[in-house]
């Protein structure tokens, strides 16, 4: 008979008003910060199918603004990390947000943006790309610049803040920030835009980043020197031996992370799956707007179900490994058990194309469970560094598999726009989403399958 683990069965044993939750507090402050995050990123996408219309993009074209962002991102993240880790977690952050609102708030003034651009392009004797496209992707890059240091600075904080067998519940509650944001972007963009135009809408979303900054100054500090916080929940939050050994800070070079196969794990999985969530992100209105034609407007009710189905994904997943922990599975063991079990349902999405006939809200269902598992597989798979890796280099992992993951976004974002043109134009339409709805559906059982290869059994780091 299985015994309950004594480390997962320890919070139980300690009264949490004994303990304190201050902890609690950065949770929601990084809830927040990742709710901001997805409503500047999805502004662009909601306004999509009108912005093609007034500009006459193409799916390419879209493709080409929407992989700008996630290159961009890509890349970013690798430095985001080691930025985080060098400059600590509350300056970090401070830097990322105010340069991700600023980036929003740019997509307003992209003609005269994309204007200069192309006349710079032109005089270099360069091919310039039509001038809306050129400012939406300058007004991209800065909003992936900033938004690229969001979960690293998070799960740093997360490390920071709160002892191993919490941190998936942690970051799962900070993650489900992101289906707020997916929520509340569709039930608030379309409205500013009808009403006060597109532009309103970038520059009123885009600004609250600034807000939240202020209330992140006010309550954020490292746990050292974190004056709310009690005795009894510093000493809670350091419980765990292995970190406490490894607390002190020290240089994780990234050529000395790469030779780690926990490292590639991680890199594996961001790889493999975060396309899966930015395809979903990016191209759902698109792929409404094509098969239902159905407005903006229109779309809020179905996009704000489908992304309140990826909460219960979010904070679900983030416990799932404690039903396996307190059966007797390690920490490790219990995670890549949840995450088998997460993989298996996104194959509905498998169904979305073939059963659409019955109308726009078999999708929506079928898609929101495959968006759900997405988000309870992100909230163990970042959990799994910190599980790891010793808290001073979580960052940098977090950013290694951060630019992994961005670069997987770009080749799904690119594969699907020359997809979707290529068979639109066939009158086809139909046949190039459910190619790529079929790799969503898979994408999971063959990272987990990778992931398990590399590391089979709970190694954790410490020789950095």
Known sequence: MNQPNPQAVGLAAEPAAAIGKYRWTICGLLFFATTINYLDRQVLSLLAPALSK???????????????????YAISMLFAGRVIDRMGTRRAFVLAIVVWSIGAILHAYSVAIGSTFSNILAAAGIAAVPVSVAGFMAGRAVLALGEAGNFPAAIKATAEYFPKKERSFATGIFNSGANIGAILAPVTVPLIAQMWGWQSAFII???????????????????????????????????????????????APWFKLLAYRQTWAFTAGKFLTDGVWWFFLFWLPKFMAAQYGVSATEMVVPLAVLYSMTMIGSIGGGWFPT???????????????????????????????????????????????????????????????????????????????????GLGGVLITKVAGKLFDHYHALGQIQTGYMIMFTFCALAYLLAWCIMKALVPAHKEITDL
Not at 54 to 72: C, L, P
Not at 218 to 232: E, G, I, N, T, V
Not at 380 to 388: G, H, K, P, R, W
Request: net charge neutral; glycine share 10%.
């Open 54 to 72: 007034e500009f006459g993009w193409s799916n390419t074209d879209y493709a080409n603004i929407a992989a700008v962002f996630q290159f961009v």
């Open 205 to 251: 979303i885009g600004a609250i980043g600034f807000v939240w900054m202020g209330f992140w100054l006010y309550f954020y500090d490292s746990p050292a020197k974190q004056k709310r916080l009690s005795r009894a929940e510093l000493e809670y939050i350091n419980s765990d031996a292995a970190d406490a050994a490894a607390a002190a800070p020290g240089k």
């Open 323 to 405: 039903f396996f922990i307190n059966r007797g599975a390690s920490v490790y063991h219990g995670r890549m058990r949840a995450m088998l079990a997460i993989a298996f349902f996104p194959l509905a999405v498998l169904l979305a194309q073939p059963l659409g006939y019955l109308g726009i809200w078999v999708p929506v269902i079928l898609i929101g469970i495959g968006a759900s598992a997405h988000q309870a597989w992100s909230a163990n798979l970042f959990t799994t560094v910190s599980d790891m890796f010793p808290k001073h280099s979580v960052g940098s992992v977090v950013g290694i598999g951060g630019m992994a993951g």
